[in-house]
């Protein structure tokens, strides 16, 4: 990780000796920190509450990049659950993630945008079962300089479960940094419109999925395995006060999630469903020149 940050530094530092190119931006790192706050939530047919806190640091560039993220749970009546081995079922998460995108422009209409990555997501013993991948890619058509459309395929790899999701979408001024802009599709969409420069007011949706390897001694299943799937939206300012900064703030709403267990055998086991909450995410981005 620490060689990768050197490279990326290195060659920003060059880039800054001139004016850059559109190259030269699309290899020059930015360093993003986040934080996320969802509120205490029931478990549904449980008195069991949770809240979590989610914080991630990444950096990368338009070529790839690697991002460390960390959650944090809080439980109350954690015993009402049946899955419940006298101690709290799961306090942290753990993610590690590095990722590459290819871009190849076909034809004066058509582009082809592939992203790959592997993880490593884990409770606390980090080993091949924590290992998963991913892929997303689609295929953009471009109908004017405003409108384009999107189809593709969404893939998550994990030897328990893999899940498989099509990419359609619909994309307006996707890049513009005035008026209005929006990417209508799933697993993601969102809508803005710049108020003044630099001020983008947003709103957007935000489907999400993990397999995490539970502990040795987990509180949940023992050696097993939990996987998450979210779906939230959220509404919010992303403020670009200057060349090199960026911050963001969203409220978000957490409308749906659930968890399904597996035991170390990858035998599917019970399934639970974890109400609506709402939060809070801050975003921090510098871009390297």
Not at 117 to 145: P, V
């Amino acid at each position: 990780m620490p060689a990768l940050f050197l490279l990326f530094v290195m060659v920003a530092s060059l880039a800054a000796q001139e004016r850059p190119s559109l190259l030269e931006k699309m290899v020059q790192p930015k360093l993003s920190a986040e934080a996320v706050r969802l509120a205490e939530s029931g478990i549904s047919g449980y008195d069991a509450k949770v809240s979590t806190g989610k914080y991630n640091v990444k950096i990368n560039n338009a070529f790839g990049g690697i991002n460390y993220a960390r959650w944090r749970f809080s439980w109350k009546d954690e015993q009402s659950l049946p899955f419940y081995r006298g101690k709290a079922p799961i306090e942290q998460m753990n993610q590690f993630r590095v990722f590459g995108n290819f871009f190849q422009r076909l034809d004066p209409h058509w582009n082809m945008l592939f992203s790959v990555n592997m993880n490593a997501t884990y409770e606390r013993e980090l080993d091949g079962n924590a290992l998963g991948g991913g892929i997303f890619g689609f295929f953009a058509y471009k109908i004017d300089n405003d409108h384009s459309l999107q189809i593709g395929a969404f893939v998550n790899y994990h030897p328990i479960t893999t899940l498989a999701l099509p990419v359609i979408g619909y994309s307006y001024r996707a890049r513009a940094d005035d008026g209005f802009t929006a990417v209508v599709g799933f697993p993601r969409a969102f809508a803005g419109y710049h108020v003044a420069p630099g001020v983008l007011l947003r709103a957007g949706f935000l489907f999400s999925q993990a397999v995490i390897r539970l502990a040795d001694d987990s509180g949940i299943e023992p050696r097993g395995y939990l996987e998450a799937q979210d779906y939230q939206v959220s509404t919010g300012v992303r403020l670009s006060a200057a060349e090199q900064w960026e911050f963001s703030s969203d409220l978000l709403y957490a409308f749906r999630r659930e968890i399904h267990l597996y035991d170390h055998a990858a035998d599917a086991l019970e399934s639970y469903r974890i109400k609506p909450s709402a939060g809070l995410m801050f975003k921090l981005t510098y871009v390297f020149e």
